[in-house]
């Protein structure tokens, strides 16, 4: 069965950085795309970057367009999310996803997978 592993998370200060990884047990055909959503207290999940391991096309939410970014490393079997310029608002549980089915755009949008990781805590606060 697919495992996933999300790691990275942790405290960080308005304006800082930090990079999420999410291990994935195996990329196949099984794993057509891979996103990051995440839940903040009391709001929906949302999905934030998703990426195509066919062919890298990615998505991005306008929340997040232009300060995170999504990439793969195949020989890792990992997918990372480099997140920038880090607020307040981007406080909350990240959870990392695999879909054998949906395209980048489709799966942030319908917020649906296949299978998900049990997420990793993100805190922005000073």
């Known amino acids: 069965q697919l495992q996933i592993e999300e790691s990275g998370g942790g405290l960080e200060q308005p304006g800082g950085s930090l990079r999420l990884s999410c291990a994935v047990s195996?990329?196949?055909?099984?794993?057509?795309?891979i996103g990051w959503f995440r839940q903040a207290p009391g709001k929906e999940r949302e999905g934030v970057p998703c990426?195509?391991?066919?062919?890298?096309?990615?998505y991005y939410a306008d929340s997040v367009k232009d300060r995170f970014t999504i990439s793969i490393d195949s020989a890792k079997s990992t997918v990372y999310l480099q997140m920038n310029s880090l607020n307040p608002e981007d406080t909350a549980i990240y959870f990392c996803?695999?879909?054998?089915?949906?395209?980048?755009?489709?799966?942030?949008?319908?917020?649906?997978?296949?299978?998900w990781g049990k997420g990793t805590l993100v805190t922005v606060s000073s």
């Open positions: 996803a695999v879909d054998s089915m949906l395209e980048a755009k489709a799966m942030c949008r319908i917020n649906e997978a296949n299978r």
């Open positions: 990426i195509s391991t066919r062919d890298g096309t990615t």
């Open positions: 195996a990329i196949t055909w099984h794993t057509k795309t």
